[in-house]
């Protein structure tokens, strides 16, 4: 069953800016993870944050998680046209099967 | 080196064919996993694995069967073919609970 939703479903900025991308999932979990997929590639791992962690920070990330709302949110500061994809969010569910469930994703593009 | 690797990156065949789609993983992971991503580029996983259990999501048709030689394989077997198994298809690895390594996905086109 889908898990997440991710909000908004597409997102253009200027580049410079910052992005904002929201995702809710519905059941407890052991850890969140954002991904990101440029057109016609793989997925890239962009940052996990566990169930007891409430923030996190890799470079020009930050992840936010409130668990009590059943929802996460990923900042990415001083965007950059290579920042043009698409991003998921990911829960590994407690005390469901090793593996991940997926969002729908936000297709963010960044204008030069 | 490629931490997750799939072949072949594109596959176009016709319905009622079987076909394979290897992965290999070289990061020493104990789970490997096969993705299906659809039109919309919804991800959903179909498998899980490591040497000791395999974890089919209940919505897979039975004509997709996972092999896996050894720990660092896990190759998709697709029988019969149908229309609506087009989709790119991406393999995974990663420790249990952990962050997961994508390959760089199958596109498989059925006609």
């Known amino acids: 069953s889908q898990q997440g939703e991710e909000d908004p479903q597409a997102l253009s900025i200027q580049e410079g800016e910052n992005a904002t991308m929201n995702c809710s999932y519905k059941t407890s979990i052991n850890n969140l993870q954002w991904y990101r997929q440029n057109s016609g590639r793989g997925l890239v791992h962009l940052i996990l944050?566990?169930?007891?962690?409430r923030e996190k920070h890799s470079g020009r990330l930050r992840v936010t998680l409130d668990t009590s709302k059943k929802s996460s949110s990923l900042l990415i500061t001083a965007s950059r046209a290579a920042d043009t994809a698409s991003y998921f969010c990911?829960?590994?569910?407690?005390?469901?099967?090793?593996?991940?469930?997926f969002g729908k994703g936000t297709h963010l593009i960044i204008q030069p | 080196d490629t931490a997750v690797s799939q072949t072949p990156k594109y596959l176009v065949t016709q319905m009622g064919n079987d076909k394979s789609i290897k992965c290999e993983q070289n990061?020493?992971?104990?789970?490997m996993y096969w993705y299906k991503q659809d039109s919309k580029k919804f991800l959903k996983i179909m498998f899980s694995?490591?040497?000791?259990?395999?974890?089919i999501n209940e919505t897979v048709p039975n004509r997709f069967s996972p092999k896996s030689p050894d720990k660092a394989h896990l190759n998709l077997h697709i029988n019969s073919l149908e229309l609506g198994d087009s989709a790119v298809y991406f393999c995974?690895?990663?420790?249990?609970?952990?962050?997961?390594?994508f390959g760089q996905g199958t596109r498989l086109t059925v006609v």
């Open positions: 694995y490591n040497n000791k259990e395999l974890i």
């Open positions: 995974a690895s990663s420790q249990v609970r952990g962050e997961a390594f």
């Open positions: 990911a829960t590994d569910e407690r005390g469901g099967a090793d593996g991940l469930t």
């Open positions: 944050i566990r169930s007891n962690e």
């Open positions: 990061l020493g992971h104990d789970t």
